[in-house]
Structures are given as structure tokens and as C-alpha cells.
């Protein structure tokens, strides 16, 4: 059974930084671009940052470029997310997934298997 599980959220003031881990069980995720994706309270879930199965290709979307960096460890399964010069407008619930894509993608139909996700919240 596949199992994904984020954590490392939490409160912080604007101009902080956290670092989130997402971990994946119960099967290899080597070959799948891996995902992150927030949900703020009465918005749709949307795309932050994909690295691709290898980890030499990232995408970000425009928000977050030069203050996020998405990074994975294929060996431990795990992929992670370094939130740097935090705003107010980034608090949300963020989710991980693995892609059913090699390739760092975007959308979010691609992806499969979500967590429960991790509360960030920015204090300004």
C-alpha cells in the first residue's frame, strides 16, 4: 500500500524560512517526478514546485522562484521542500505526490497518491 507522508510545517513570521519533507512507502518512487502542491483555505489546490525522477530538472511556479528550492534523496524515498523569505500570502496546507510522469509537470492530474498534507502558516 502506498503511503505519503509530509511533514515540517508550522508557524512562522513573514521572512522565515521552513523546510518540508515528504516520504513515500510501500513502493519505489525513483523513476516518478515527484510534486508539490498547497491548498489555502477556499482555493483550489495548485502547482508550487516538481522535480523530475533524476532531480536535474526542477519547475516552480512564478511565486516562489528564487525563495523555494525542491530537492529528493531517491535513496530514502524522500523529497523535499526549503521555503526561504516566507510571505503571508505562501500559508497554506501543502501537499506531496509522486507523478505518474519522469518529467517535472505542472499539472495536477498527473499526480497520484496525496498525503494528508502539512499546515504552513505565515504570521506577517
Known amino acids: 500500500q502506498v503511503q505519503v507522508v509530509e511533514s515540517g510545517g508550522g508557524l512562522v513570521q513573514a521572512g522565515g524560512s521552513l523546510r518540508l519533507s515528504c516520504a513515500a512507502s510501500g513502493r519505489t518512487f525513483r523513476s516518478n517526478a515527484m510534486g508539490w502542491f498547497r491548498q489555502a483555505p477556499g482555493k483550489e489546490r495548485e502547482f508550487v514546485a516538481a522535480i523530475s525522477w533524476s532531480g536535474g530538472s526542477t519547475n516552480y511556479t512564478a511565486s516562489v522562484k528564487g525563495r523555494f528550492t525542491i530537492s529528493r534523496d531517491n535513496a530514502k524515498n524522500t523529497v523535499y521542500l526549503q521555503m526561504n523569505s516566507l510571505k503571508p500570502e505562501d500559508t497554506a496546507v501543502y501537499y506531496c505526490?509522486?507523478?505518474?510522469?519522469?518529467?517535472?509537470?505542472?499539472?495536477?492530474?498527473?499526480?497520484?497518491?496525496w498525503g494528508q498534507g502539512t499546515q504552513v502558516t505565515v504570521s506577517s
Open positions: 505526490a509522486p507523478s505518474r510522469s519522469s518529467i517535472a509537470t505542472p499539472n495536477l492530474w498527473e499526480y497520484d497518491f
